[in-house]
């Protein structure tokens, strides 16, 4: 059993984006605020990102790179696309993509949080229109 313990854990140690995932902050109340809040639209059905992500990209990094003490809560968002489950797990993709092309412009990734946020929990997402395909990064207050 002991030998066998490391290749069960090998799994949880290349889960995508586990690695990205900071322990130090949460994003509970993110969606109240209103300052340093970016957009990030996606095509329906889609976790790619496009050309209309450069500029909310950029201005986010420079928030972050103005304060290292920043860190940045990515809230990936799919409206109602399929089923609870495929839209839950598109928000989490779409969360990871943005989180991946933040750290790809050299954002610290445990300076990063990405969620998925259900349009069946979330009154602001279900009321959208139209409906939310975007990925919120907010940039949280310094502490």
């Known amino acids: 059993m002991r030998r066998l313990l490391p290749l069960l854990l090998l ?4 889960a995508p984006g586990a690695a990205a995932q900071a322990p130090g902050f949460a994003c509970v109340g993110a969606e109240q605020l209103e ?28 928030a972050l790179r103005a304060d290292p003490a920043r860190v940045a809560c990515l ?6 696309e399929g089923g609870a489950t495929t839209s839950i797990r598109l928000a989490a993709e779409r969360a990871r993509a943005v989180a991946n092309a933040l750290a790809a412009r050299g954002i610290a990734p445990d300076r990063l949080r990405a969620e998925a946020r259900s349009a069946q929990f979330s009154p602001r997402v279900r009321a959208a229109e139209p ?4 990925v919120s990064i907010v940039v949280l207050p310094a502490p």
Do not use: K, M, N
Request: proline fraction near 10%.
């Open 11 to 14: 799994p949880l140690a290349l």
């Open 131 to 134: 409906p939310s395909r975007t």
């Open 75 to 80: 809230l990936g968002h799919a409206g109602q």
């Open 35 to 62: 300052e340093d809040v970016f957009a990030i639209p996606f095509a329906r059905g889609s976790a790619a990102l496009g050309d209309a992500a450069r500029t909310p990209l950029a201005a986010a990094e420079e």
